[in-house]
Nanobody
Framework: QVQLVESGGGLVQAGGSLRLSCTASGSILRVNRMGWYRQVPGKQRELVAAITSGGTTNYADSVKGRFTISGDSTKKTVYLQMSSLKPEDTAVYYC???????????????WGQGTQVTVSS
């Protein structure tokens, strides 16, 4: 019954900023790594940014220096601050959380429903 709810997508002009949020709820023992992916029609979903429970982050080369991922373990929420947005950032963005629900069952990935980010010229 784990549910992920995303918010923050929208339409923005090139050079603008947006902040995406994703909150998980339900029966959760532990949240491991958290991340954001994006997908454009006709292309595979790609990793944008990820963060571990310890705070270690990594980013796709295309967004380094422009995007910042952060998380709040208490709120079980992951954020993606996007700045200096470019038209090529236009995509559906999905949050992903690796979550352990039961002690004796391996962790698995859970996905948000996706939020559209459109960057105009």
């Amino acid at each position: 019954q784990v549910q992920l709810v995303e918010s923050g997508g929208g339409l923005v002009q090139a050079g603008g900023s947006l902040r995406l949020s994703c909150t998980a709820s339900g029966s959760i023992l532990r949240v491991n790594r958290m991340g954001w992916y994006r997908q454009v029609p006709g292309k595979q979903r790609e990793l944008v940014a990820a963060i571990t429970s310890g705070g270690t982050t990594n980013y796709a080369d295309s967004v380094k220096g422009r995007f910042t991922i952060s998380g709040d373990s208490t709120k079980k929420t992951v954020y993606l601050q996007m700045s200096s947005l470019k038209p090529e950032d236009t995509a559906v963005y999905y949050c992903n959380l690796n979550i352990r629900v039961w002690v004796d069952v391996p962790s698995r990935d859970y996905w948000g429903q996706g939020t559209q980010v459109t960057v105009s010229s």
